[in-house]
């Protein structure tokens, strides 16, 4: 068990636009073979918690197991596609191992290519009430994939690869699933209430400044609208406060750092900037009826 939790970013990119990967799983050797320059295998262990400063975007193509995310585990069963967000904790537990592609990307690329689009934060599978994080696939839907994918990856391997191309390619894969997602019954039901735009300003804010930024005045601020305006639009959407809201998110990343390092309660106090470690154990005992010491012990029995 580590004090910190393992994160990968993206190389730095010698122009301007951050730059955009494509691995492949470590046992997909197969995979564009005939190319001069071969598809990098993805450089963390799968295996293992981490996370990533990045979006992250899992075309498996074959393999059986579970994808643990933030202490929610999906079945990987044949053919699917797996979302990851900034700061999530997840680890691939395999029984089969997976073959296919991982793209990996950051939130300025994607908007940089593809302007008029929805925003990232907007999309099913990354809106942080409505995350879906995987999608099973159709054989068609899965040809339709692959064929999209090798094309990304013949663009990305070529010896001056077009980023333009590579970034519209990446909206559109991301339109798709995007398409797939709401032509689905249960989707297209729970998508049936529309979060207003400001509300969605409201949870991006949130997921990029939570640890910094803990009172709801803040985020009026930025969002030019008052705290009262701006709580009783989150009640009415999202069912819970703003306040709680944002301290959801807070105790979410206490609940990774239990788990996953070896840092005391006070020194994750500490982490999420709740000034007083008292406080933070005894908002913590409320809203999960354990205190941060029983969590770490029940929750690690249980998942590692």
Not at 261 to 269: F, G, M, N, P, V
Request: charged share 20%; aromatic share 12%; with cysteine.
């Amino acid at each position: 068990m580590a004090q910190n939790i393992p994160l990968h970013t993206l190389p730095k990119s010698p122009d301007t636009i951050p730059a955009f990967r494509i691995y492949r799983f470590k046992n997909s050797q197969g995979i564009h073979q005939e190319s001069p320059v071969a598809l990098p295998i993805t450089p963390l262990p799968t295996d293992t918690p981490h996370r990533h400063s990045y979006y992250e975007m899992l075309f498996i193509e074959e393999g059986e197991g579970f994808h643990e995310i933030d202490f929610h585990s999906y079945s990987i069963q044949g053919t699917g596609l797996h979302f990851l967000t900034p700061g999530q904790v997840h680890l691939l537990n395999a029984s089969i191992p997976c073959k296919g592609y991982i793209l990996a990307f950051s939130e300025d690329f994607y908007t940089f290519y593809n302007p008029g689009n929805v925003s990232i934060a907007q999309l099913p599978f990354f809106q942080p009430t409505r995350r879906q994080p995987i999608i099973h696939l159709t054989e068609a839907e899965r040809d339709y994939f692959h064929n999209l994918m090798a094309n990304m990856v013949t663009e990305h391997l070529a010896t001056h690869p077009d980023q333009s191309l590579i970034g519209r390619y990446l909206g559109l894969v991301l339109q798709k699933c995007g398409s797939i997602v709401m032509q689905r019954p249960n989707t297209a039901q729970a998508g049936s209430k529309i979060t207003p735009e400001l509300v969605g300003k409201f949870q991006e804010l949130v997921e990029k400044n939570f640890l910094q930024w803990h009172e709801v005045q803040r985020y009026a601020l930025e969002l030019s609208v008052t705290p009262d305006y701006l709580s009783k639009l989150v009640k009415k959407f999202l069912g819970i406060s703003a306040q709680e809201y944002i301290l959801e998110k807070l105790l979410l990343e206490a609940k990774r750092l239990l788990v996953f390092t070896r840092l005391s309660s006070k020194e994750i106090a500490y982490h999420i900037q709740m000034d007083d470690p008292s406080y933070f154990s005894r908002i913590f005992k409320k809203k999960s009826g354990l205190t941060p010491n029983e969590y770490r012990e029940l929750v690690r029995k249980s998942t590692i």
